[in-house]
Protein backbone atom coordinates (compact mmCIF):
# COMPACT_ATOMS: atom_id res chain seq x y z
CA UNK A 1 0.00 0.00 0.00
CA UNK A 2 1.71 3.34 -0.92
CA UNK A 3 2.06 6.06 1.49
CA UNK A 4 -0.39 8.93 1.35
CA UNK A 5 0.82 12.38 -0.36
CA UNK A 6 0.66 15.55 0.66
CA UNK A 7 -2.24 16.39 -1.57
CA UNK A 8 -4.15 13.03 -0.26
CA UNK A 9 -3.60 13.71 2.98
CA UNK A 10 -4.65 17.45 3.22
CA UNK A 11 -7.79 15.82 1.15
CA UNK A 12 -8.20 13.24 4.58
CA UNK A 13 -8.13 16.27 6.95
CA UNK A 14 -11.04 18.27 4.70
CA UNK A 15 -12.56 15.13 5.41
CA UNK A 16 -12.20 14.48 8.71
CA UNK A 17 -13.29 17.84 9.65
CA UNK A 18 -16.83 17.63 8.02
CA UNK A 19 -17.23 14.49 10.34
CA UNK A 20 -18.17 13.61 13.63
CA UNK A 21 -15.69 12.25 16.37
CA UNK A 22 -17.23 9.00 15.70
CA UNK A 23 -17.70 8.61 12.37
CA UNK A 24 -14.01 10.27 11.99
CA UNK A 25 -13.14 7.53 14.08
CA UNK A 26 -14.68 4.58 11.89
CA UNK A 27 -12.69 5.87 8.89
CA UNK A 28 -9.49 5.66 10.01
CA UNK A 29 -10.33 2.18 11.36
CA UNK A 30 -11.14 1.42 8.10
CA UNK A 31 -8.51 3.08 5.93
CA UNK A 32 -4.89 0.60 7.20
CA UNK A 33 -5.59 -2.96 8.70
CA UNK A 34 -2.34 -2.28 10.15
CA UNK A 35 -3.58 0.67 11.56
CA UNK A 36 -3.50 0.66 15.47
CA UNK A 37 -4.87 3.36 18.40
CA UNK A 38 -1.69 5.29 19.87
CA UNK A 39 -4.20 6.61 22.71
CA UNK A 40 -7.93 7.79 23.53
CA UNK A 41 -8.86 10.78 25.33
CA UNK A 42 -5.61 11.56 26.76
CA UNK A 43 -5.68 14.98 28.00
CA UNK A 44 -2.38 16.92 27.03
CA UNK A 45 -3.83 20.35 27.34
CA UNK A 46 -6.53 21.71 29.85
CA UNK A 47 -9.69 21.18 28.23
CA UNK A 48 -8.85 19.46 25.12
CA UNK A 49 -8.89 15.48 24.47
CA UNK A 50 -6.66 13.83 22.25
CA UNK A 51 -7.23 10.56 20.06
CA UNK A 52 -4.29 9.77 18.06
CA UNK A 53 -4.61 6.96 15.61
CA UNK A 54 -0.88 5.41 13.76
CA UNK A 55 -1.47 4.34 10.29
CA UNK A 56 2.04 2.86 9.35
CA UNK A 57 0.44 1.25 5.84
CA UNK A 58 -0.47 4.59 4.66
CA UNK A 59 2.72 6.76 6.86
CA UNK A 60 0.61 8.91 8.21
CA UNK A 61 -0.16 9.67 11.70
CA UNK A 62 -3.94 11.27 12.59
CA UNK A 63 -4.78 13.41 15.93
CA UNK A 64 -8.20 14.06 16.50
CA UNK A 65 -8.61 16.44 19.39
CA UNK A 66 -12.21 17.35 21.34
CA UNK A 67 -13.73 19.99 23.50
CA UNK A 68 -16.12 19.15 26.40
CA UNK A 69 -18.72 21.24 27.60
CA UNK A 70 -21.11 19.73 30.30
CA UNK A 71 -24.98 19.96 29.02
CA UNK A 72 -27.58 20.51 31.82
CA UNK A 73 -30.22 17.93 32.21
CA UNK A 74 -32.50 16.34 34.30
CA UNK A 75 -30.08 14.82 37.52
CA UNK A 76 -26.28 15.01 37.03
CA UNK A 77 -24.88 17.13 33.94
CA UNK A 78 -23.72 15.36 31.13
CA UNK A 79 -20.42 15.68 28.83
CA UNK A 80 -20.95 16.68 25.36
CA UNK A 81 -17.63 16.04 23.33
CA UNK A 82 -17.34 18.22 20.59
CA UNK A 83 -14.41 17.53 17.72
CA UNK A 84 -12.77 20.68 17.16
CA UNK A 85 -9.08 20.12 15.64
CA UNK A 86 -7.87 17.39 12.96
CA UNK A 87 -4.03 16.79 12.47
CA UNK A 88 -2.85 14.78 9.50
CA UNK A 89 0.80 14.42 9.74
CA UNK A 90 3.17 12.00 7.64
CA UNK A 91 5.28 9.27 9.86
CA UNK A 92 9.19 9.79 9.87
CA UNK A 93 9.39 7.18 6.60
CA UNK A 94 6.98 8.77 4.58
CA UNK A 95 9.08 10.64 2.18
CA UNK A 96 6.27 11.90 -0.23
Same mark, same amino acid.
Given at each position: ????? &???? +??L =??? @???????????? /???????????????????? &???? +??? =??? @???????????? /????????????????????????N??
Amino acid at each position: MPYLN &QDER +RKL =LDD @LRKMSFNKARGK /LRRMDPTGRLAFLRNVQHSG &QWMT +RYD =LPG @LGTRVTLIEEMS /LKEGKGRPRSDFQLREVIVEPTPDNRT
